[in-house]
C-alpha cells in the first residue's frame, strides 16, 4: 500500500497493489477523509479487479476541505491529478462528497468506457447485487430491506422486485420506511429522486434509521458506510437469509463471524457491486442491454464459482481472487477486503 500526498491541497491517493500499472477507484470529498478507511476501499476494489480477472490496482481518494472550500479543493485535485490520468496510472470514480460532474473534465483521458459513469454505473451495482443475492440464497418470494437507500438502491429495488421479491423496509439517515405488502418501486424512485433522503416521509411517520435491520426481512441489503454491519447489528439479523452489500466494505470482520455462526449468507461485497467496473472497463461499443446482459452474466457465474467453498461466499470469493492475484504479484496483499 502506498500513498501519494497532494501538494496543492490537502488530498492523497491510496494505492493497494505497488506494482499495478493502472490503479483505479473512488474519490471522496470531506471535512476529513482518513487514510485507514480510503486505503480499505482500495483493497475491496483491487479484490473486484481480481474477480473478474483484471491486471489492475484498486485505488481511493480522499479530499479534504470544509464546506466553502470544496470547490478551490476540487480544482486544485483535478489540476494536480491529471497527469496520472492521462499516464493512464490513477482513474478516478466519483464517491460519496464528489459528482460525476466534478471529475468531467479528466474523462478526456480516462481509457475507460466514460458514457458508463453516472446514471448508468448505478444502475450496474444495482443489478450486479441483485443477481449476487438471487444466485447465493434466491430472491423469489423474498421479503427485502434496503439500509441506506441510494441510486444504487433504487435499481436495486427495481431489480429484486423482477426476481420476485417484494421490498417491504427502506432506510435514510432521516429514518425507516416500513410497508409489509411491499413498496411501489415507481414511486420509491421518484420519492428518492424529489426528496432524497427525506423521501421516507412520503410513506407515514418513519421509524429510526437502525430499525431497517429489525423488519425480519429474508435478504437485507445494507452499505450506507463502512462497517455498517457491525457484531451487535449482525447479531439483529440472524433470522435472515443473507446479507448483501449495496455499498462497499459494508460488514465488519466480527460481523461476518456472527453470520456466519447464525448460518446468514454473506457474499463479497467485491462481487456484488462488480457492475460498475464491468461496465467501465468493457467494450464501448456494446449496447446498453448487452452490457446489462454482461454483468448478470459474469456476476453470476462468479458467486457460482464462489458457492461452493464451505467456509462461505465471502471467503469463497476472497480465495478465487487471491488465486488470480498470485498469477501477477509476489505476494497477496496483507488483510482482506471487511471493514475494521
Avoid at 282 to 308: F, Q, Y
Wanted: glycine residues 10%.
Amino acid at each position: 500500500m502506498g500513498i501519494h500526498k497532494f501538494e496543492s491541497t490537502e488530498a492523497f491517493i491510496a494505492f493497494d497493489l505497488d506494482g499495478a500499472g493502472v490503479s483505479s477507484g473512488p474519490v471522496r470529498w470531506a471535512r476529513k477523509v482518513l487514510q485507514g478507511g480510503a486505503s480499505d476501499l482500495a483493497r475491496s476494489q483491487t479484490y473486484t479487479f481480481a474477480s473478474l480477472g483484471m491486471q489492475r490496482g484498486g485505488a481511493s481518494a480522499g479530499i479534504s476541505a470544509e464546506w466553502p472550500d470544496r470547490e478551490a479543493a476540487l480544482e486544485a485535485f483535478r489540476t494536480e491529478v491529471a497527469s496520472m490520468v492521462e499516464a493512464g496510472t490513477f482513474l478516478p470514480d466519483a464517491a460519496k462528497g464528489v459528482e460525476d460532474d466534478d471529475l468531467a473534465g479528466l474523462h478526456q483521458w480516462d481509457q475507460r468506457d466514460t458514457a458508463r459513469f453516472g446514471a448508468f454505473a448505478a444502475r450496474c451495482d444495482g443489478l450486479s447485487a441483485a443477481v449476487t443475492a438471487d444466485r447465493t440464497v434466491g430472491l423469489d418470494g423474498r421479503t427485502v430491506a434496503i439500509e441506506g437507500l441510494s441510486p444504487v438502491g433504487c435499481w436495486l429495488a427495481e431489480q429484486v422486485v423482477e426476481r420476485g421479491a417484494r421490498v417491504v423496509a427502506v432506510s435514510t439517515a432521516t429514518g425507516t420506511a416500513v410497508n409489509p405488502e411491499g413498496f411501489d418501486v415507481a414511486a420509491l424512485r421518484a420519492a428518492f429522486a424529489a426528496e432524497g433522503a427525506e423521501c421516507v416521509n412520503q410513506f407515514g411517520d418513519p421509524f429510526a434509521a437502525n430499525a431497517v435491520f429489525e423488519q425480519g426481512a429474508a435478504v437485507v441489503f445494507a452499505g450506507s458506510g463502512m462497517g455498517v454491519v457491525d457484531h451487535d447489528v449482525a447479531d439483529k439479523l440472524a433470522g435472515s437469509a443473507a446479507l448483501v452489500a449495496s455499498g462497499r466494505l459494508h460488514l465488519t470482520a466480527r460481523g461476518l463471524a456472527v453470520l456466519r455462526r447464525a448460518g446468514v449468507a454473506a457474499p463479497a461485497d467485491f462481487v456484488s457491486l462488480a457492475g460498475s467496473t464491468i461496465a467501465a472497463w468493457g467494450d464501448p461499443s456494446r449496447s446498453d442491454d448487452e452490457v446489462l446482459a454482461d454483468v448478470a452474466d459474469t456476476v453470476t457465474a462468479i458467486n457460482e464459482e464462489s458457492s461452493h467453498e464451505t467456509d462461505g461466499p465471502l471467503l469463497g470469493a476472497c480465495y478465487r481472487a487471491e488465486s488470480f492475484l498470485s498469477t501477477w504479484q509476489e505476494r497477496l496483499p496483507f488483510g482482506r477486503p471487511l471493514a475494521p
